[in-house]
């Protein structure tokens, strides 16, 4: 069976990079409160490593909706590595996709995620949060991969883990402090949730 990954851009307080209101800075490269630190080229290849390595990807709608135009108006190898590979998004308003090799998920979603883990080695999960606490909840999340920028960003932005979330155990299994301040941490799922 394979390993769902998430990875998150987190500032200190919380903030991730889904937290764009448009009244909030959020982790993003495009925010000018952040995008300094993805100009750093440990930065780059911590955000390269995010990705290594998957051979399918795991999407909330929102996010979905986000890559796929910008995914599909570019062009060269990581592109088209994206664009080629085995997509499966997780909604119940998308009927259909038209991006290329993308499936909607939307009935029993355990089963169905199931099922994706059971086809591929490592599916990789960038951004949508409320996706990813939901597996955590459900026990299908495998390893969750941290991007910690030193920021407090805070205002109305939007908090990665919310008051709601259900317990669940994680153990540190890498921790890389990189030279302007950004920490990368690898946290694999316990057995035994807390």
């Avoid at 851009?9 to 990079?17: K, M, N, P």
């Avoid at 135009?69 to 570019?74: I, K, M």
């Avoid at 259900?166 to 316990?190: E, M, S, W």
Wanted: proline share 5%.
């Amino acid at each position: 069976m394979g390993n769902i990954i998430a990875g998150q851009y987190l500032s200190l307080d919380g903030v991730t990079e889904s937290g764009w209101t448009g009244l909030a800075p959020a982790i993003s490269p495009t925010d000018p409160h952040t995008a300094q630190y993805f100009n750093d080229s440990q930065v780059q290849q911590a955000v390269g490593d995010l990705m290594a390595g998957n051979d399918a990807m795991l999407l909330g709608r929102t996010t979905y909706e986000n890559l796929k135009g910008f995914f599909t108006s570019q062009s060269g190898p990581h592109f088209d590595a994206v664009n080629a590979m085995p997509k499966y998004v997780v909604s119940t308003t998308l009927e259909s996709s038209d991006w290329n090799n993308t499936t909607v998920l939307r009935d029993n979603l355990v089963k169905e995620i199931t099922a994706v883990k059971d086809r591929h080695r490592q599916i990789g999960i960038g951004g949508s949060g409320a996706l990813v606490r939901w597996l955590i909840t459900e026990n299908l999340l495998d390893e969750l991969l941290l991007l910690v920028f030193p920021l407090i960003l805070g205002g109305p932005g939007s908090r990665f883990f919310t008051a709601d979330q259900k317990p669940a155990a994680f153990t540190l299994t890498d921790c890389k402090p990189l030279d302007c301040g950004v920490v990368a941490l690898t946290y694999n799922r316990q057995d035994t949730q807390a």
